[in-house]
Every structure is written in structure tokens, then in C-alpha cells.
């Protein structure tokens, strides 16, 4: 089955600093990357997603690149905020079996003023 | 709109008790899920449900059963607690099961089984 991995596991950035946040994965079969933001004792919420058909996609200061060919993907977070510190899990899908979504484990993001 | 909501936000168990982990949504979409999230693991799916009267099977699926009672609840059920299944349990929901569909996330529930 699928596998995600995820790094960092933590990152830690200055306020106004870039964020990158990487994610592979293991079946090529696999066409749909969303990235979840998990902000403390909440559940996740979506933040943004990019399908196998795009190599990139921006919103505002987010934006998320695919490498189909190297099976990776990442989530680029510009001029952090205090409020960009959350955890962030990236997914991966390969439609399968519908709407079925294999998480990375995570990467908590600090954000320092 | 409340979105997804759980019950209970909080619960301790010792081992071999059982209990319901309540979900429901207010959002009429059609496709429910439950997942685990643990330390360092990330969010596991537990089972799904791609519509009203289905229920499938997900990676993590032993020791649990599900209930989708109608198209608003979902319910998790632990027939005999393990301290394995120390956790914390969230439900989510999303338009419609095919691929790509946004999946929208309840508060969670802290589970700890001594």
C-alpha cells in the first residue's frame, strides 16, 4: 500500500522567513496531495491541494509544488507569520478507493518573533 | 452550522470496558471517515463510510466497529479497550467519496485506556 514520509518533523523559522516542508511517496499510482494545517487541540483543516495533472499551485502565501517523476512534494509557506505555527500533515491518494487518504506524520512549524 | 462535532471530548477507560465514540454532521455530505492520530504516526484511517448504508475497512481497522446510523452520524465503537488504543480519535466528513473531495475534520476525542 501507500506510504508517505514526511520531513521535517520540526522546523523552526524566524517571523518573515520562507518554510519548506517535504513529503514522498511510495505508489506512482497516487493522484491527489493534499496538505492539512492542525492547529493546537483542534482537528486538521485543508489548506491547500495540488492533483497529479499540475506541477504547481499558489494561494496567496502558500503554495505547493509536484514532482511526479521523484514521487515527492512540498509545501512552500512564505513571510511566516506567528500564526502560520501549527502542525502540518501532508496526504497522499490514488482514487482507489474513492477519497481514502494516507497521512504523513507530521511537522510542527514554529514560528518565532 | 456546527460542522463536525464528537462526543466526548474526553474519556478514560480501563481495559476491557467498551465504548461508543459519537459523530455527526450537520453539513449533508455523504461520506464519513474516523482515523486515529498517535505520536509521531500522523492520521491512520480506521474505517469510512463512502455513503449512507456502507462501511469500509481502513488501514488500522482491528478492535473497532462502526455504525453509519444515518447520513449525519457515524458512530466508533470499542467493544473491548486496549491501552493500544490510547489515543486521540478525530471524525471527519467530505461531499462525496471519490477522490479529492475536502475532508472536513471534528474537535477529536482524547482517549487513554489503563
Known amino acids: 500500500g501507500e506510504n508517505v514520509e514526511q520531513h521535517p518533523s520540526t522546523l523552526s523559522v524566524q517571523e518573515g522567513d520562507s518554510a519548506v516542508i517535504k513529503c514522498t511517496y511510495s505508489?506512482?499510482?497516487?493522484?491527489?496531495f493534499p496538505w492539512y494545517k492542525q492547529e493546537l487541540g483542534k482537528g486538521p483543516q485543508l489548506i491547500i491541494d495540488?492533483?497529479?495533472?499540475?506541477g504547481e499551485k499558489k494561494d496567496q502565501r502558500i503554495a505547493v509544488t509536484l514532482n511526479k517523476t521523484a514521487k515527492h512534494f512540498s509545501l512552500h509557506i512564505t513571510e511566516t507569520q506567528p500564526e502560520d505555527s501549527a502542525v502540518y500533515f501532508c496526504a497522499a491518494s490514488n482514487g482507489e478507493y474513492g477519497n481514502k487518504l494516507v497521512f504523513g506524520a507530521g511537522t510542527i512549524l514554529r514560528v518565532k518573533s | 452550522n456546527a460542522g463536525v462535532t464528537q462526543t466526548p471530548k474526553f474519556q478514560v477507560l480501563k481495559t476491557g470496558q467498551s465504548m461508543t465514540l459519537q459523530c455527526a454532521q450537520d453539513?449533508?455530505?455523504?461520506?464519513m471517515y474516523w482515523y486515529r492520530q498517535d505520536p509521531g504516526m500522523g492520521l491512520r484511517l480506521i474505517y469510512y463510510?463512502?455513503?449512507?448504508?456502507?462501511?469500509d475497512k481502513g488501514e488500522v481497522p482491528n478492535g473497532y466497529n462502526v455504525s453509519r446510523l444515518n447520513k449525519r452520524e457515524f458512530s466508533l465503537r470499542l467493544e473491548s479497550a486496549a491501552p493500544s488504543q490510547t489515543s486521540v480519535y478525530f471524525c471527519?466528513?467530505?461531499?462525496?467519496?471519490?477522490?479529492?473531495?475536502?475532508?472536513?475534520f471534528g474537535p477529536g476525542t482524547r482517549l487513554t485506556v489503563t
Open positions: 505508489d506512482s499510482a497516487s493522484n491527489y
Open positions: 495540488i492533483r497529479s495533472n499540475v
Open positions: 453539513m449533508n455530505h455523504n461520506s
Open positions: 471527519a466528513s467530505s461531499e462525496w467519496g471519490g477522490l479529492g473531495g475536502e475532508q472536513y
Open positions: 463510510s463512502a455513503s449512507e448504508g456502507t462501511t
